[in-house]
């Protein structure tokens, strides 16, 4: 099993979801990188459990304890600096409880990854709380995704995200033209990050009621950069979109993923579709924003704003048909254990985190002209 991923910065994630712990190597950060610490751990709070009706009952406290790659600010022990070595970040798992596994050992959980774990490593997966394929693994993702978010910043860059819809309710879009820093930041100060509060609170509610159905619900989050160059990215196999999916669908409940219009294009005609482009002090500008910021595999300029698609959480409470692979027979299965009724709100810092990163790794390729808009 590999879970390595980067060209310019690599990430590799290890760990299960009741292992001692999960953690991260990040190798390519540039020497000099500053990190605040405390903003960090705000993110990464943002992806934390924090109980109730809306989330899983497991709370984990997710301090990262870096082992290497940084040295504390003399002046201010929260102000990190990147040596430029690789950086390692473990993180603890102290509220497990692995016995609410031992009757899956041979009976797979449907739209879990158990059955298939099973054949592809012989037996030998580790299944307690979905093992390594435990959406438990982001984590240490949305601790690199922290370091690539604060490093996008101090270019210019801001990566945000907002539920789009939970269920049938849906949040008011982020303006593909207009989207802007001050957007982007204010919805990720929220606890349930939505544009339009009174949407959010439907979907809360709306969550709770399926949770007492014993049910789950999916959903979409919608992501966007702004400040990005024209120029960064590469045709064919290295395009924006390519990168950025490559991260993407490493995120455990991920089904779908679309840049602009996306699956709307099919309905569309050209001259619908296009986006005129227009001079705008003394910048090429498009009037709208069809493609998400995307031409070609390239960065246009525009706000790059995309969507993913969510499902719903596959541990239900309600029985479900399904089979014990060791026996080859037909079984009905009630899961037990903690699990959130809707993953879409801790999936948020997720995203921005993959899409972070994939930029990153994208700007530290790309010729330092094009930052400096030469």
Known sequence: ????????????????????????????????????????????????????????????????????????????????????????????????QSKDYDQLRS???????DYTGFVRYHGFNDIRGGGHFSGRLTAPLCFAGSIAKQYLRSLGIEVGAHIASIGSVQDRPLDPVLVDRETLLSVQEKFFPVLDD????????????????????????????????????????????????SLIFGIPAVKGLSFGLGFDFASKTGSEANDPFTMENGAVKTTS??????????????????????????????????????????????????????????????????????LMDLILGCDRSILEGK
């Open 107 to 113: 009976v797979a959980r449907p739209g879990h990854a």
């Open 198 to 245: 009174s949407a959010g609170e439907q979907m809360q509610d709306l969550i709770a009621q399926t949770r007492d159905q014993l049910d789950s619900v999916g959903g979409v989050i919608e992501c966007a950069a702004c400040g990005l160059p024209a120029g960064i990215g590469d045709p064919m196999f290295d395009c924006v979109e390519s990168k950025i999916a």
């Open 289 to 358: 924003n069809h493609n998400g910021g995307i031409l070609g595999g390239i960065t246009n300029g525009m706000p790059l704003v995309f969507r993913t698609v969510i499902k719903p959480t596959p541990s239900i409470s309600q029985k479900q048909k399904t089979v014990n692979f060791k026996t080859g027979e037909n079984v009905e299965l009630s899961i037990t254990g903690r699990h959130d009724p809707c993953i879409v709100r801790r999936a948020v810092p997720c995203i921005e985190s993959a899409a972070a990163l994939a």
């Open 1 to 96: 099993m590999s879970s390595t991923w980067g060209d310019h910065i690599k990430i590799s994630i290890f760990g299960e979801s009741h292992s001692k712990g999960i953690g991260i190597v990040i190798d390519g950060v540039p020497a000099g990188t500053v990190i605040d610490f405390s903003s960090l751990l705000l993110f990464m709070a943002r992806r934390s459990s924090k109980g109730g009706k809306l989330d899983t009952p497991r709370l984990e406290k997710d301090f990262p304890q870096i082992q290497s790659g940084v040295l504390s600010d003399p002046k201010d022990p929260n102000r990190l600096i990147a040596c430029g070595t690789p950086i390692c970040a473990l993180i603890e798992n102290t509220n497990t």
